[in-house]
């Protein structure tokens, strides 16, 4: 079953109605999420291998400034997808193309990442798989190659030497694999078969201020669990405000 991104087809198809529609996760173009306009000029702007131009710090509607980093600071952009690639996302390629999927465990999650992934022109699609999970992945496409150049080594995932998370790769992490642990933790949920990728990653996280206790998986794991209050507060910064199709408390506030 097909949910359409904005790829090369055209525009996107409704999702069937076992997703019910949000009112609108997908920021305008030029438009911060909250309504205040950008200068598209003092971004920062990801290339799709990694890097990042450095622009200012921003200020929303409410006076409130924005993280550094942050999920609202920046426009969408296909470097942002190195946040699934993160968490148990994997990228194949084939010919001059690369297809991007991940494997997730509601209905929800689906919504979101088919919203984001259209937000960055990329068709996307989902399939239900077993264990009652969702398969989202996008078309074979040329815009993924440098991604997929970046991450693979032969058919192995490995984070580039310099990966780093910002807010935008954080949000698609935590909008694919993230689960919150009551009272105070959030587990950030790795894939299964990429332990060379797993101390990169914890590398990554502590740099972006969210340094977590890696568990395996005879700990309910492979995931790394964020703790205490001053942590999640900060993952709550940098991923920016719930999406509208994410239950309760399944979002960092």
């Not at 200068?39 to 799709?48: F, G, I, V």
């Not at 450095?54 to 980093?69: C, I, S």
């Not at 398969?135 to 150049?149: C, E, F, G, N």
């Amino acid at each position: 079953m097909s949910l359409s991104g904005l790829g090369d087809t055209g525009k996107a198809e409704p999702p069937p109605a076992l997703f019910p529609a949000p009112e609108s996760d997908t920021p305008t173009p030029g438009r911060r999420r909250g309504g205040a306009s950008q200068n598209r000029s003092s971004q920062n702007r990801p290339s799709q291998d990694g890097s990042v131009q450095n622009g200012p710090t921003q200020t929303d509607d409410a006076g409130r400034q924005l993280v550094f980093f942050g999920a609202d600071a920046a426009e969408p952009a296909v470097a942002d997808l190195a946040g699934l690639l993160a968490g148990p996302g994997e990228v194949v390629r084939m010919g001059g193309t690369a297809r991007l999927s991940v494997q997730v465990d509601a209905a929800w999650r689906v919504h979101v990442l088919v919203a984001e992934l259209a937000s960055r022109g990329l068709a996307a699609s989902w399939e239900p798989t077993e264990g009652a999970r969702h398969a989202v992945r996008t078309s074979y496409t040329r815009v993924l190659k440098p991604l997929a150049a970046a991450w693979l080594h032969g058919t192995t995932k490995r984070p580039p030497t310099a990966f780093h998370l910002t807010g935008r790769r954080l949000r698609l992490w935590l909008a694919a694999a993230g689960t919150p642990e009551p009272p105070d933790c959030f587990l950030l949920r790795l894939g299964a078969h990429d332990q060379e990728c797993w101390e990169s990653i914890g590398v990554a996280l502590a740099s972006a201020g969210l340094a977590g206790t890696l568990l395996g998986p005879a700990e309910g794991g492979p995931a790394y669990r964020i703790t205490g209050r001053r942590r999640l507060a900060r993952l709550a910064e940098l991923v920016g405000r719930p999406p509208t199709t994410a239950p309760t408390n399944a979002w960092p506030t």
